[in-house]
């Protein structure tokens, strides 16, 4: 697949498989196409080349089909108003109720487990415009569920969330694949988060692969150094996963060298 902007080829002949059933994370700098991918795998931008959900090309899905089958959490969506946090989840069964058909007989039980899944259920009567953004985050993550999909994708889930909200969603994520063996693809910028939940990683530098495989395969201190441009450190742990550091240049200055004393910047008394 490639995605241009325009005249700008902002994705390269990418080839991706999302591990069925599994979690791939796709990792990589600021502007190495990520997002453009991940909105490239579900119509939301034009791509050229082919996109294919279980051998089939999603361009000959109705938009009502591929709906009951992929949905994504992005990056930013609108703040309703005058809406409870349960009245927003229950828009993620929207392609479950047809054209003209106003019942869903499983979209009370899809709507309290959704809710049940993201830590809801307090919230549920609260008006979304009363919420925190880590809190409004968990309620789109509710939604996509509600939609219960085959396939869901993430695009940076964890923005806003404090840390044990993190912790609690990247929890939720591995569940999700291992539990209800859901096919997720998930765009993260914290890579011990990647190595910690990923059973699949994808490397992207300026639009293109640079390696995809397990995390020791793909995470090393080389090939992460490289790509990132700064020195990084890849140790594993004890638990299986592993431990990433970038070193920053401190006062020894970009390569490592200390600064002469002459060229130091005089400290105030």
Request: hydrophobic share 45%; with cysteine.
């Amino acid at each position: 697949m490639s995605v241009s902007y325009g005249a700008q080829r902002v994705v390269h002949g990418v080839d991706v498989e999302l591990v069925p059933g599994g979690v791939t994370a796709l990792i990589g700098p600021n502007g190495s196409g990520k997002t453009t991918l991940l909105r490239g795998m579900c119509r939301l931008v034009d791509a050229d080349g082919e996109v294919a959900l279980d051998d089939v090309d999603i361009s000959s899905f109705s938009p009502r089909s591929f709906a009951k089958r992929l949905t994504i959490l992005a990056q930013q969506r609108p703040t309703p108003t005058g809406l409870t946090v349960a009245e927003v989840v229950e828009l993620g069964r929207h392609p479950h109720r047809g054209r003209f058909r106003r019942t869903d007989p499983g979209g009370t039980a899809a709507v309290d487990g959704a809710l049940a899944l993201a830590g809801l259920e307090e919230l549920m009567h609260r008006p979304v415009s009363e919420l925190s953004g880590g809190q409004l985050q968990r309620v789109w993550l509710a939604t996509c569920l509600a939609q219960q999909t085959d396939v869901l994708l993430l695009d940076e889930p964890t923005t806003f969330l404090d840390l044990r909200h993190q912790m609690s969603l990247l929890d939720l994520i591995r569940d999700l694949a291992d539990v209800h063996r859901l096919t997720v693809g998930v765009v993260l910028h914290d890579l011990e988060q990647a190595a910690d939940i990923a059973d699949h990683v994808v490397l992207l530098q300026e639009g293109a692969v640079v390696a995809a495989g397990p995390p020791p395969q793909v995470m090393t201190s080389e090939l992460l150094s490289q790509v990132y441009g700064v020195p990084i450190h890849v140790a594993p742990l004890p638990d299986g996963g592993l431990a990433v550091r970038a070193q920053r240049a401190g006062r020894r200055g970009r390569a490592g060298i200390d600064v002469p004393a002459a060229q130091r910047l005089p400290i105030p008394a």
